[in-house]
């Protein structure tokens, strides 16, 4: 179900915007918070109270069972700014389901889709001159679940706030990355939560990435539990790689997140004659087409990062520079058709763009 306009949101506007403050030549990610932002409260069962508030701090109980036992759950998404003016959300309705995934897996609370779409839609209208109009620079959307019970045994949650908040931002990560196979860390296993985004996934990644800027690199690339021997994701996004000419990634299951930019990038790739595998690939696969020159290129893919493009993996204690990135590369050609795409400038035979 599309949003529709039945439900009633009460609205309380800002008495002064910030807008003026902002420098959208600094913007950066994730630094700036917008005017407003969307809150429905769930008790008894029920969702309630629907409002659009001025951003802010709210009161929050010391026993918050969030805070002590991680039923936490977020969400990331961007809103585009055609040259008419127009805005576009990418795909919302794939970031709805995906939230629900999330939320059944913690046990938390289902979110109704009018609900989530029209808190959406509705925020970004009112905040609509908070959408950046440079190239480049978008509005991300984040949507963040999580439990309010005031309870320190362990126990589900019977209520839950759910926000929406919105952020202009430029790009996540300025210059190509440098990345290290984590061989002792693990992001995920199977059974376990990998695929959902919760805050724990996060959280237990800073120490490992850590270590990892500490020795001089960017990111991770986290292998799987067992053996550290296959692909998993890299950081906060999906990875991807090029092999004779090849689009490879790791299939997804359970400990991998199912990236809504994964999925877009391995259609616009097929869209444009390139041949994509999903499959398991080991980091010896990278090391042996690294050897026999194989290796093109390796990418991360995601909704904050977009395409990252990696130009050093290290493993093992050897470090394996990868070829010259440029804008011709398979990660470059694919990301400037996939913008096309977010900014109207091409036709959205996907039906992907979701006007507010
Ligand atoms: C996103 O790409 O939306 C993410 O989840 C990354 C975020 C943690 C910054």
Redesign the pocket.
């Given at each position: 179900m599309i949003a529709t306009q039945t439900l009633h949101i009460e609205v309380k506007k800002t008495k002064q915007s910030r807008l003026p403050s902002v420098d959208w030549k600094k913007l950066g990610?994730?630094n700036i918070l917008s005017d407003h932002m969307f809150v429905s409260d769930f008790a008894d069962g029920q969702w309630k109270n629907p409002r659009i508030i001025p951003y802010g701090n709210f009161e929050i109980s010391p026993a918050n069972s969030a805070l002590h036992y991680g039923q936490s759950i977020?969400?990331?998404?961007k809103a585009y700014r055609y040259s008419n003016g127009d805005i576009y959300l990418f795909r919302p309705l794939e970031n709805y389901k995906r939230f629900n995934v999330s939320a059944e897996r913690m046990a938390m609370a289902n979110v109704p889709e009018e609900l989530f779409m029209e808190g959406l839609t509705q925020l970004i209208r009112l905040d609509s001159n908070w959408v950046p109009k440079e190239e480049g620079h978008t509005l991300?959307i984040r949507p963040l679940l999580f439990a309010t019970e005031s309870h320190i045994g362990v126990k589900v949650s019977d209520s839950y706030s759910l926000m929406i908040m919105t952020s202009p931002v430029g790009m996540?990560y300025s210059q190509p990355i440098k990345v290290l196979v984590e061989t002792k860390y693990t992001r995920a296993v199977p059974g376990g939560v990998g695929f959902t985004?919760t805050a724990g996934n996060?959280g237990r990644s800073h120490f490992p990435t850590r270590l990892a800027l500490q020795k001089g690199y960017n990111q991770l690339i986290w292998t799987d539990g067992y053996e550290h021997k296959y692909l998993e994701e890299s950081g906060?996004?999906n990875l991807m790689c090029v092999i004779n000419d090849t689009l490879i990634t790791p299939e997804l299951h359970d400990t991998i997140l199912a990236g809504i930019?994964r999925d877009s990038v391995i259609h616009v790739a097929k869209d444009m004659g390139i041949k994509v595998e999903e499959r398991k690939i080991t980091v010896d696969e990278l090391v042996d087409g690294h050897k026999k020159g194989t290796l093109q290129e390796i990418f991360g893919v995601?909704?904050?990062?977009t395409i990252a493009p990696i130009c050093l993996f290290g493993y093992k204690g050897k470090d394996y520079e990868l070829p010259p990135i440029n804008e011709n590369n398979f990660g470059g050609r694919i990301k400037k058709e996939l913008d096309k795409i977010r900014t109207g400038k091409v036709a959205d035979k996907h039906g992907w763009m979701f006007k507010v």
């Open positions: 990610f994730g977020f969400e990331g998404m991300y996540y985004k996060y906060t996004m930019t995601g909704t904050a990062a």
